[in-house]
């Protein structure tokens, strides 16, 4: 199993950006892993941003992304989204994607044991 995460750059507050996961290994329409969304500002722990799973509904995000961010997957590309609208300079952080399989996405799964992370891809809100 591997995770590709991309996506990342420089954007205005106030704008948006998508990030990727391609997955490999598994396939979503089939399998059941969980997909988590963290990052990692400089200076501080990493935080759970949100999870989907790869083939049921349920998805959760961190209070300090709701409304603003949205997690989304295709399954015929096995791939994730992270859709980043209203970005603020504390969105700025290094941004990856884990997974773990048999788990579902619940308000816990930051305290999950993640077993696959991909790389990290840098997001940077400013002016």
């Known amino acids: 199993v591997q995770l590709q995460a991309s996506g990342g750059g420089l954007v205005q507050p106030g704008g948006s950006m998508t990030l990727s996961c391609a997955a490999s290994?598994?396939?979503?329409?089939?399998?059941?892993?969980?997909i988590g969304w963290f990052r990692q500002a400089p200076g501080k722990a990493r935080e759970g941003v949100s999870c989907i799973h790869s083939n049921d509904e349920r998805m959760n995000y961190a209070d300090s992304v709701k409304g603003r961010f949205t997690a989304s997957r295709d399954k015929a590309k096995n791939t994730v989204y992270l859709q980043m609208n209203h970005l603020k300079p504390e969105d700025t952080a290094v941004y990856s994607c884990a997974t773990l399989r048999g788990f579902h996405c619940t308000p816990y799964y930051s305290d999950y044991d993640w077993t696959t992370w991909g790389e990290g891809t840098l997001v940077t809100v400013s002016s």
């Open positions: 290994g598994f396939t979503f329409a089939s399998d059941s892993y969980v």
